[in-house]
């Protein structure tokens, strides 16, 4: 997934780049990377792991300069290597130039033929290279005209930060599928992928913070000596693409996303969930920390008490997000317990926010029953059925992973082994989101993808490849 | 603080022993250890770091034989040295013998004369190492007879482990101080500091664990080939001293602890704690991890809603235990940030389970206040004052650092910047462990010493010394 | 200087070029690296250090393919960072391309002024990154066209070996400044900077090695499935100008360097240096190891015995090549000690090939009088003073570093400690080389430097700038 | 092997030590470490790896104080970690106690049941152990009382040096197997394996080194404020045994050894060799570094002509003290080269020091054959046949692994493929270490073993068992 965070205009600029990322940590747990400016160079400092490793104070402290960006990133092709990790900086005509990403391009292999075409080179199998190469390969006087050209030679899914040694700017795709803010904090402009950022830093610096708007899609901004300069590199607006999934799953609930508070949408959604349900229970409990505040919301809802009787080891990682299978397996069983004397011989309701694969709801299921002791265990998703991968950067299993993609709703609960196992509808979802519903990405609900129909990216089996593996020479060149 | 725990009977010792390790990790951060024992030989796999770095599976799995020991442990001296990891390994003329310890010797420096004396040796700074001497240093023809001359020689708050070529043996203090519970899971015996090791170990195995009882003060139990051996080395029971902050902080709330449910007895304590408090609000907040079940409590008691307002930061660690106390301010301020929307404007009653330095609670009451825009901020703790350090094994700070020492409710309301600030009672502790509250050491908030006083190592300012640094040989000799 | 080695035929073609690798490990030690092509893929393998721990021969023999490419660094510039290791890989419209480089390039600014407006980009400060942008911005079919427009736009002093997926290319400059030799060892040819190289691996293989011949001055090469292709791209033939200094000091003993052994040319030099001298001396002390052939031929011509005198400690690195000057300092006092009787009270002449700062052959004057207790000490240098700094590619100090661009010989010496102080002549020094001495560049000794004058590359001191720092965008574009 | 130093009367003592181990570096290269005190307490620092990376000035700088000793190691056993590291420190009744030890206890699992049976521990396999143990199990008053306890109860083969807070002390065994050397540098007490180490020392410091004397068999020396003091522990004076290998392979050619200095016994051994030989040859070619001195005396006194026809990759360790087998294979063949031009078609004498397996030499005659291209090989050993492991600290290979134990002169040199084989006379070896040839040891060619007769300890095989591995407890005790 990813997370983004550019400040702009306070002289330690790299240390509220780092306490950012800190609160952004849930979005990329890979590699940590900050780059700089201080007017006449950039620099870059970026490891592998957690911000509060890869980030040392001490080693941050020294990164002088007033605008500074900052990634946290988690790797979509499962390679953990430095190599990947994110500022990218290098040096062109233009002068230096370093990114920050958080999306995902599609027709990969067409951008990066086309920048290979114009005797581009690529060291990393990153597709942020890709912006780095355009401009360096575009002729413009000035930043945004620059980036107006990399906004029309990309395609979808993209929330990119650019630095240069005394200009900050962002540039978005035309669909808004990525949360981008701008907030400001005394003097400084901050940019970044959530709300909680700013929070972390107004919590930082004692001073308040004002989420300012939402960056619109096909915008341009440059943030410099001069001030913010907003522009669009787009002629014609096109129907947002905001990710959905940033409110069921990706965003923290103490965020402000697309213009919903997180945790409402969460709650509202486990309210609508519980009249869908109609379970007989005697007690809902809450998957943490995933099923929080939908477990809440249920509650209320059919008012059936609500027991914490989940215990989660905080110091075994997030399962989502890691990109190795075997380590996916490991974490779940050693990552949640239950509290027995609260389920024995109970008619329990575990409330989640989605079911992926199916093999981490089946072992909890069976653990609350033959460890726990429930009497009975239901199923309550506070989402509809997964039933699409995701194109545009969350990293979710291919098609033929996800259960939905190949069983119905009876045929989960018997593979899980629940007692029964609702879900939630489509209807209810865009009710949560309310009234700019058709603003939304749903596609991994519905199986539709409107921009892979566009750009004619779907491969034969009726899916698009996901990665870009060799690039072969265009049949006719010049 | 650490665990420990010990494995018997079951061909994969050594990953039983991570995993339950794994369950434990709560109770220390710094260290973790396993030694593994064949028959014939024992082999010690220690690293710095959490459990999952510390000890990966591939080579745990390299560990043959059927029983094991293991701890996790975090320094109460600040020295993050792989020296000081246990188990502690030595060779000596009764063969090979390993130890693990959760548990605070006192009058460390007496008890290291006089194993110098008889001419043992110190590698280490670990009280740890006190055992090992003493054992090799015991003329005694079985396991029990030796630990029984160890028992006798040692002072309070002890709770180990040992581990011979072909045994495994406990040995607990007179006092009991630190839980040590036995179980069994097939047809393994299983020994671990909290119940939660047990049912992580049922969920892992998918074999019932049972929880047998707990050890016994004065007890020391062997388990071989020949079964399991229970014997005392104490002649004279004496009054038994259960820690209780094992139920207000330390353990996890889904074990059973000296026979109490963890969550229970703190809900219970919240519970009781809104009766004393009785203050007009708008919501009730828990803070996060450590107020949960008491504000929980507080809640059902006082009828205020419950609000879950308060996001940590899983990604960093917990911050009671790290050694480095620059540490622990960075954590504080990067660990939770408020849902503004469900706190704006409203009265605010934060639950959490003590109070030590005061610094955490002031930053959180601050953040609630300015960043959440509370409009009022009140603050219930569900435990009385914290006013004396802790000689038997949890790291309290020195006592002029504690606030509840120096200054009155009223002046650490101010202090903490709070609208109101209510404690709970020694009363009301001890009805939420009744019926045998008297069994509980509790000197943290009566700072009454007995033990101290009975072995007189009270030091001039009328409180003992902590640590042991440098022995000086005994004038005369012989 | 560093090395480069080519190897293609055989099924393990990485090991080979690791073991040629150890073989030219004088000429770096700061980084090694392999490239490997399996007909479809390239992989590259560098790490800091030497190559017997940066490339463990484990990790090597998991890199499969027939053709590889190897380096080792030492760096001009102080840096010694994995990111300037070598070799470079990238991407390119043309597929994927690798590069190893011995040499300098000259002009590194403007060749790079150059490259950036062709929208090119570099993300690190290596110079061989602009052969691989000018390959990728060089729109020619086939392999050995784009290396002859990369061998007309370089400047001077290369020698590079470049990988595609399934050929091997060598590009020379057009004096030939470094050497480059091939051979046939079994079916495999095999590059390399050295011929010693082709002895390691014919003692590895058991199969026989021939030397082939040199690279020639401005020739490409390249080795495919189709056999060996060479052909040049300079149209005017030019001055060759071999490095005399590779004779001097750089080239291993064992190895024929511009169709000389080099053992013969220092042993010549030393003979020729005697005839010079001819001070009256007790015995002949070779300085190990840079001195040891020129002080056999000097004994033998002047008939004075040798002594083997001086201990060297093997386990301290060779001094010259160290980046860090402190290193240097420290390396020297700790690397050489006298055999005290063997000097004692004797007349002594110390050979060495060269004086530098002046620093190091002090202190050995300083220690053979001193430690040693030698009645007199004279020092006989193999060649003439050493006047200019290199441009080509030898790590020579700047040349206000140099003592003998600042000082005489009679200053030197009283400057040095010693008795006497002799140099050989440069009529003396091609004399050992003949017949083709006016092919070699001798600037170091004559301060004579035609390239910078053709390029017209001096500054204003007189001395072109050694290092790239900072490119201003061209002030007019397009 | 192993080398110890120790240094007592100068601020920097911890540099001190460090630059004299430099200078042994070639007696270990496993691990290095160094103990200082400061007259209250006593630091260790110690790793793995050469001296120069594994005490890194800037560390050893830190370590205050006017006493230290030091240590480089080599492993007998083949383990290869920071447990078995020297110094070993350790607190123990009368106070802090380092030590360091170059040689190799014999009877060892005697000494260590013996100290286990007075309730001693052992935490490393390293014999060492031995000496701490004993030291905290003596009742004694002063250091040298405690000493001579110590060597009552040891059995040979050792060379130690001890240091307290305040004092420094050396123990020597009764025989005198391993060089110890007193030196004075300005008012500095030095005591080193080596006098090498004096002269660098000197070389370091500027003060002229004095060589006082060797340490005696049998003595206890105490440094400290009050000055030196020497005692003896040894009531009967024994046959001194001092190790011929010295000599022959391990010392420096530039130290004075057992009052002979090694260069010349090395090249006298060479002389007399000649007179054994009485080849036929072109050239003699010593192999480097072994043969150095011993080939220059064969061509003094053969006659014929001396060529340095072989190059050392001076990059790859010294083979001998590698302690993995399959380290020792890669060493050879990459680290020996022939100048061909100087060896082809010439009848060559190559000249070393000893051959233990055959497989280096073996490679080296079929390398000077095949990719020299010699007319001859005749190989000259300028020692006896080794025929006997070492058990007092030299880590020859066990017995049958010795190609000279199975093999007759003629077998031995068709097995390593030479057309002539000779080996020195024992009555030369003598010769060249006259008058006091009786008291050396001279088992590894003679397979005479006093010293394991004296103490019964040979195997049912005829030969001890060199390792210790494991201590049953003594089956009846008091």
Redesign the interface.
């Known amino acids: 997934m990813c997370a983004v965070v550019g400040v702009h205009g306070t002289p330690d600029a790299a240390i509220w780049v780092r306490?950012a990322l800190?609160?952004l940590?849930?979005r990329g747990?890979e590699s940590a990377g900050i780059a700089v400016a201080d007017g006449s160079d950039i620099r870059v400092f970026k490891q592998v792991g957690?911000?509060?490793q890869a980030l040392p104070?001490s080693e941050i402290l020294k990164l002088n300069g007033s605008i500074a960006i900052g990634h946290v990133r988690y790797s979509t092709a499962g390679k953990n290597r430095i190599e990947e990790a994110q500022p990218l900086?290098?040096?062109?005509?233009?002068?230096m130039i370093a990114v920050v990403h958080n999306g995902n391009l599609i027709d990969q292999r067409g951008l990066k033929r086309e920048v290979?075409?114009?005797?581009?080179?690529?060291?990393t199998t990153s597709d942020t290279e890709i912006a780095?190469?355009m401009y360096?390969?575009?002729?413009k006087k000035t930043l945004d005209e620059r980036l107006k050209r990399i906004g029309e030679r990309m395609k979808a899914a993209f929330a990119m930060l650019f630095l240069t040694e005394n200009q900050l700017a962002i540039l978005q795709d035309p669909y808004g599928f990525r949360p981008l803010m701008i907030g400001q904090i005394g003097s400084a402009t901050v940019i970044a992928s959530e709300s909680?950022a700013f929070?972390?830093l107004?919590?930082?610096s004692?001073q308040e913070a004002d989420c300012i708007r939402d960056v619109l899609p096909g915008e341009i901004i440059t943030v410099g000596q001069d001030g913010i300069k907003a522009t669009s590199w787009m002629d014609i607006p096109r129907q947002r693409q905001r990710c959905i999934f940033e409110h069921v799953y990706f965003s923290?609930?103490?965020s402000i996303t697309f213009g919903h508070?997180v945790?409402?949408v969460r709650r509202k959604l486990g309210q609508l969930l519980a009249d869908v349900s109609k379970i007989n229970a005697d007690i809902v409990v809450p998957i943490p920390?995933s099923g929080?505040?939908a477990g809440?919301g249920y509650a209320e809802a059919s008012g059936i008490p609500i027991e914490?009787a989940l215990?989660r080891?905080?110091?075994?990682g997030?399962t989502f997000i890691d990109p190795l299978q075997s380590h996916r397996d490991?974490g779940v069983?050693?990552k949640l317990?239950?509290?027995?004397?609260?389920i024995e011989d109970k008619r329990v309701v575990l409330v989640d926010d989605s079911i992926v694969r199916g093999t981490t709801t089946r072992k909890i299921v069976r653990?609350v029953r033959?460890?726990g002791k429930a009497r009975e265990v239901h199923v309550a998703i506070s989402c509809p059925l997964t039933i699409s991968s995701c194109f545009y950067g969350i990293d979710t299993p291919r098609r033929e992973e996800l259960i939905a993609s190949r069983m119905n709703v009876e045929e989960i609960r018997a593979q899980i082994g629940a007692d029964s196992l609702t879900y939630n509808t489509l209807e209810n979802l865009f009710a949560a989101v309310s009234p700019f519903a058709q603003e939304y990405c749903t596609s991994c609900y519905t199986n539709a993808h409107p921009l892979l129909d566009k750009f004619n990216l779907h491969t034969d089996n009726g899916y698009p490849e996901r990665r870009h593996d060799?690039?072969q020479?265009h049949p006719t060149?010049?």
Chains 1, 2, 3, 4 share one sequence.
């Not at 290979?116 to 060291?123: C, H, R, V, W």
């Not at 317990?337 to 609260?342: N, T």
Request: proline share 4%; with cysteine; hydrophobic share 35%.
């Open positions: 306490r800190s609160a940590q849930h747990q957690l911000v509060s104070e900086l290098t040096e062109c005509y233009h002068g290979l075409m114009m005797n581009g080179t690529f060291q780095l190469q360096a390969q575009t002729n909680c929070t972390q107004e919590q930082m004692g923290r609930p103490d508070r945790q409402k920390n929080i505040h809440i914490w215990v080891n905080q110091y075994i997030r490991n069983v050693e317990l239950p509290i027995v004397h609260l653990m033959e460890v060799g690039i020479p060149q010049g």
